[in-house]
């Protein structure tokens, strides 16, 4: 039986709403419920990773999901600190935290599983404390962890729960991206809301400083699924041009820049 596809777009919201509105019906649906999951997950069957892929970079894979979702939740508190008093962003950023968490707590589960050990990539340490070093308007930490990283983190595990051969790792990345498309749409949300409110400079400064950001998050991905798993990138990336064009559209159309502002801000 073919798997399904987890699907973003599952996660709507009416756009008749207000802002607030819109973000506040995106909290019932959080809740770190990815650990209530787990018990649910195909545990007994142990791990399979590709035959193709080395053991050693196949966990070095794991650790940066792992890793991605505990500085995530680390943002989520910044965030919440930094933007001004508003019960349903607070509310869906406390909910996001908790899942970031629990979605941490299984890639670690699942890491034990293959018996490698968790280590940090330096350079995916430096990358994410350039976006926690962040020092402009907030709406730069959200666009950058909830739109532009956490966007380029679930077309990753979309992919993995639906093209790597283990059932067991499927099964887990099919549930948190449940919970991921949920974070992508607050982002989403919050960003276009929050985007008129920046003057034209401040706009362009963000989407260069977010490209280069993303450029640097995309190289690491080709290190990462490089050498023997070559194919795994092709497959997933045909090129970071194009990549990094899907992402630029989607900043686009929250209104980040105007039509003649791509130019400069590209330096073009």
Known sequence: MPVRKPNIHRVTINSGLSRNARIARLIPMGGG?????????????????????SRQR?????????????????????????????????G??????ADELAHAAL????????????????????????CLDWSGDPLGLVLAFNVVLEGEALRLQRFLATRLPCPLF?????????????????GRIYGGAGVPSLDAEERIALY??????????????????????????????????????????????????QPDERIRAEGR
Not at 36 to 49: C, F, I, K, Y
Not at 78 to 84: G, H, K, Q, Y
Not at 233 to 257: C, F, K
């Open 170 to 186: 499927s099964a887990l990345n099919r549930r948190i991206l449940m919970d991921e498309a949920r974070h992508v749409a607050f």
């Open 58 to 90: 196949y966990a070095g894979i794991v650790s940066d999901l792992r890793y991605g979702e505990l500085v995530t939740a680390r943002a989520c508190t910044e965030m919440a600190s930094l933007i001004p008093d508003n019960a349903a962003v607070r």
């Open 92 to 97: 869906h950023l406390e909910g996001q935290r």
């Open 107 to 130: 890639y670690e589960r699942y890491l034990r599983s293959l018996d490698a050990e968790d280590r940090v990539n330096p350079a995916l340490e430096q990358l994410y404390q350039r």
């Open 33 to 53: 419920e990815a650990l209530a999951d787990a018990a649910n997950l195909a545990w007994r069957e142990g791990p399979r990773p590709p035959r193709w892929l």
């Open 208 to 257: 260069r400083w977010l490209k280069a950001l993303w450029w640097d998050f995309g190289c690491l991905l080709r290190d990462s699924f490089g050498g023997p798993g070559g194919r795994l990138l092709r497959a997933l990336q045909p090129t970071l041009e194009e990549s990094w064009d899907r992402q630029a559209e989607t900043l686009l159309r929250l209104g980040l820049l």
